[in-house]
């Protein structure tokens, strides 16, 4: 595979976090990387796989620092080449020294994610797998770690894979009426039912899986109100730090500010937008807008008012379909009716806050609460949905008898989107996309 050749040239990485450390490891692989190594080693001089070694190591002949020292001998390794791990005490003064050390020994700086990708093209995992480490490793919150772990454990390969065969089973049909044009007469009726079937499984994978993808995200939660009821107040309070400005000239908030929240092992997204009020202001109108366009895509709204003020615009908003909560704030300074109101709270002394958070919980755990399925990256939701889109065209042209082969090639298409979800069909540019998202070293 030519893939494959490119890339066993000796790589180096530091493996932990940059900083000062009890220990930094830095680790190596690559075809024969031993024999480069072990010049800058005191011992030993054939090291046994997988055993840990205490030795010295030498930066330009002279002795830099005490290290462990492990050998996994190919294919026994995470990359499936041969690796080297090297545990230094964690100065990044010491890191820097031991990798300029490496670079001289004939080894390169790993890319992102560069670790992880070897180890695809070598078999050892797939590339799903290879995304849901990364999920591991980048997840905000304890719900979307409990979601990438699982799809660490169980893979979602077996069921994309079944989804697949389903498919080419399909496609095989088609192709007998290809190849025998003559002799077999296409059951349109038969075929139809199958894609249809087959789209709506698929279909109801993307939405149970999304969830997943929703919970690695955050529950995208916008607060909104007119112009100085303390949305930014609220935000601040919600986040315990002061991130956005509040003053008490209405319209202070001119863009839509994100923050991350977890309240109970749940990721929410908290948006604070622009206050929605009629505005001569172009910049304060944009930032209107961007507040409409955030509250068309949120998962949950926080409607604030403040219970003095006038809710005009507030009615404008189209809550079709929308979780909402309704919370009336100020409540330090005046007495407030909470008839209409989910929530009363003050943003400026906390109170009523833990109610509001507790609501967002309730609100959302339809969300929240993982199903069967697991998903970790967008990537993977977007073949699914191109796979899905293909079928639908599939269905369309044999409703309206279009050609056999134009249905095949559609069908066709479907297959391949799922190929490459599954990481069947390797290109260097997918594989370019996919890593460079990754933590160096990983
Ligand atoms: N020090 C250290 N800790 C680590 C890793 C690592 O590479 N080094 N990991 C990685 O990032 C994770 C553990 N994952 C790993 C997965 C496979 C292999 C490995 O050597 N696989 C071989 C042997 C399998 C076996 O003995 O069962 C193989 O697959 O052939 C190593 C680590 C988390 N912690
Ligand atoms: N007394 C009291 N004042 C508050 C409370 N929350 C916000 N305020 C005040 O109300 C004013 C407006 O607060 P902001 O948080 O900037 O309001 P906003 O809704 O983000 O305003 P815009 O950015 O203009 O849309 C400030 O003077 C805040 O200190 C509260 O709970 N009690």
Redesign the pocket.
């Known amino acids: 595979m030519e893939l494959k050749r490119l890339f066993t040239d000796p790589i180096c990485a530091l493996a932990t976090a940059r900083g000062v450390s009890a220990i930094a490891t830095v680790r190596c692989s690559g075809e024969r990387i031993l024999e480069r190594l072990l010049p800058l080693l005191e011992r030993p001089d054939k090291p046994k796989p997988r055993r840990i070694y205490l030795t010295s190591f030498k930066a330009k002949g002279e002795f830099l620092d005490e290290i462990l020292f492990v050998y996994f001998q190919a294919p026994a390794s995470y990359t499936g080449e041969e690796m080297v791990e090297l545990s230094f005490h964690g100065n990044p003064i010491i890191i820097d020294r031991a990798m300029e050390a490496l670079l001289e020994a004939g080894f390169r700086q790993a890319l992102p994610g560069e670790f992880t990708r070897r180890a695809v093209l070598n078999g050892k995992i797939d590339l799903p797998k290879a995304e849901a480490i990364n999920a591991m490793i980048t997840s905000r919150s304890e719900t979307a770690l409990d979601v990438a772990r699982r799809s660490y454990v169980e893979g979602i390969s077996k069921e994309i894979s079944i989804f697949r065969e389903e498919i080419i089973r399909l496609l095989a049909t088609i192709e007998v009426e290809l190849n025998y044009p003559d002799e077999v007469e296409t059951d349109y009726k038969d075929l139809g039912e199958k894609l249809n079937d087959l789209s709506e499984s698929i279909s109801a994978f993307i939405e149970s899986a999304s969830k997943g993808l929703r919970i690695a995200q955050g529950i995208k939660t916008v607060i909104v ?1 007119e ?8 935000l601040n309070a919600l986040l315990r730090r002061d991130r ?10 001119r863009d839509t500010i994100e923050e991350d929240l977890s309240i109970n092992g749940v990721l929410f997204r908290v948006i ?1 937008t ?2 929605i009020r009629a505005s001569n202001d172009a910049i304060e109108e944009m930032g209107i807008q961007r507040s409409l366009k955030a509250i068309e895509d949120a998962d949950l709204l926080i409607l ?1 008012s403040d219970p003095a003020g006038d809710p005009g615009y507030l009615q404008k908003i189209d809550l079709e379909g929308k979780r909402v909560i309704r919370a009336a ?5 005046r007495q407030i009716d909470g008839a209409g109101y989910d929530v009363v ?5 906390g109170q009523g806050l833990a109610s509001l958070e507790k609501l967002m919980v309730e609100k959302t755990v339809d969300l929240t609460s993982i199903g069967e399925q697991i998903i970790v990256s967008a990537r993977q939701r977007v073949c699914l949905q191109e796979c899905l889109r293909y079928l639908h065209q599939s269905l369309e042209a044999i409703e309206e008898r279009v050609t056999i082969d134009i249905v095949s090639t559609l069908v066709e298409s479907a297959a391949k989107s799922l190929d490459e979800l599954l990481g069947r069909n390797l290109t260097e540019d997918l594989l370019d996309r996919i890593f460079s998202d990754f933590c160096v070293g990983k």
């Open positions: 109100g112009t100085n009821v303390g949305k930014s107040t609220l956005a400005i509040v003053s008490d000239i209405p319209g202070t908030t604070d622009a206050g604030l704030n100020k409540s330090d300074i709270i003050s943003a400026r002394t």
